[in-house]
Every structure is written in C-alpha cells, then in structure tokens.
C-alpha cells in the first residue's frame, strides 16, 4: 500500500526539512514551508526506498526530511509518474508539475557533506490543486492523466480504402518512442478521413472543446484543388505559430525544393496545440522530429506554468 511515511518543513531554502506531526496544504503550497508560493514547485516528494538505496551506498543513514523533501513516500514508484499525473492523498489533491532537478552543488546541504544528492534524480515535485491536511500514515493513490493527442490523416484515397494510411502509423509508432523516453505520459487517437472542409471543422472544434492537448493533421497542405488542411485549421486557432513551419520549411527546402510549397501551420485553439503537417512518410518524420522539439514546452506555456 503507497502511504505517507513522513511529513517535513523548512523555513528557509537549502536547507534540510524537519519532521512535523502533520501539515496543512493550500493552493500556495504547504503552510509555514520555505517553498510555498505561487510556482510550480509548491510540493516536493522523495520515497523511502530511493532514501534507503542512497544510504546503502555507502554514504550514510538519512533521516526523512534530509533531502528537503516535504512528502517521505513508502510503496509507491515515484519514478513512474507523469508530467500532470495526480497524487491524491486523503483531501489533498497534487499535480506532477516536475520529475528531479538541476543538482545545486555546493547549494545543497547532502551535497557539501557527501558530494552526492539522490534529490535531483529520484524527486518529483508538484503543484496543489485542493489543500487540506497530511500526515504520515495517509495512503497515496496515483492517477494517470497523460497527453490527449488525436492524429488526423487527410486524403480521399485512404479514406475510401484505395489504399492504406501509412503515416499515420508512423506517427503514432514516432511519438510512442519520444514519450517513452520523457517525463510525460501520452494517449494517441489516430483516424482518416476525407479532405473535407466541414468534417476536418467538426474534428478540430471537438477537440478543442474537449480539450485535447494536441492535434496533428496529415495531408492537404499543398496547393491542390483538395489542399484543405491548413485554411481550415487557420479558421479554428486563436492564434498561429508561424516560426515553426517556417523554419521547417527552410531547413529542408535547400535540398527539396519541393518542401517550400507546402503549407503546412501551426496554431493554438484554447489550450489545444494544432500542427498541420504533409502526407508522405519522409515529410511526416522530418516535421514530427522538429515539432516535438517543443511541444512539451508548450503545453506548459498554455498552462500559464513558469517553466524557463
């Protein structure tokens, strides 16, 4: 069973926190502790074991607190959260704003006295989304909340079955491996449709209505008669992104003139992302390679998150 072990505050920063019997959480972060504010590090957490394995390598026995986390976990993998997971524990809700940290060096307590720190590998740290009170022996329940992306192929030739969509799989196979590799979780939805103007509308306003993170469209960016895709997502987003097709554009045009022509924008509808990218396989591995260079970044601008 994943519980609280310990509950640990600070006054001030860089410095080691001490147990206390309970602590109270607001939407500023933890009353009394030196990192409540209006910041995506309101909370920080570091599990037992990873304080136990530190320790059997030879450097010391560390108490809870030590390591200027404010939550001591048991049972619970904290390595295997996501970017915007939920921690609930008892009232209080909790949002993985972060997995580790830059290790300050000689800023750090641990690491002036052993030249070491498990912090900065094996902490995570969270914002709080409702307050109330914690102590050790509350369980802790982990939920999911991974990226919504929905992948849109366009061409009235797949669509009809004349022949089968291969970048789309190449997408959802691309975007598979980069998350496997992040801090973020992510639910791939993929479908082909025809290049049609009120379908694509349709699609695009329901997931910017239910909030999906990110929508790519495949196909109909060129300058075809049935070229549909970038007027339409233009017509949906608030605002557009126009820095990363251009600098798509430029970076492969040298050598394939023919990229220069495509289209292709990207935008932002609420707090959905929307790219709008050409339909060859080669094409989509090039755009997807550069895109994804920053998506994470900017789902947390979206979010209003100070992450620099």
Known sequence: MAKVVSVNISKEKGTIKKPVPEIMVNLQGIEGDAHAGAWHRQV??????????????????????????????????LLTCGIRDRLTIGPVELEVSQIGKKCHGDGCAIFREVGACVMPKQGIFARVVSGGQIQAGDTIEHVSVPLQIRVMTLSDRA???VYEDRSGPRVEAMLAEHFDKSHWHANVTRQVIPDEVDQLTCLLKEAVKDQADVVLTLGSTGVGPRDIAPDVVLSVCDRVLPGVMEYIRVKYGEAI?????????????GKTQIYTLPGSVRAVEQYIEEILKTLEHTVHMLRGDDIH
Not at 53 to 71: K, L, P, V, W
Not at 257 to 269: D, E, F, M
């Open 44 to 77: 920080s957490l570091l599990s037992q074991e990873s304080i136990d394995g530190f320790s059997a390598a030879g450097h010391r026995s560390f108490a809870c607190g030590e390591f200027a986390e404010n939550i001591t976990t048991q049972g619970i993998d």
């Open 257 to 269: 003139p023919s990229a220069r022509l495509s289209r292709s924008v990207a935008g932002v509808a």
């Open 159 to 161: 669509a009809a079955g």
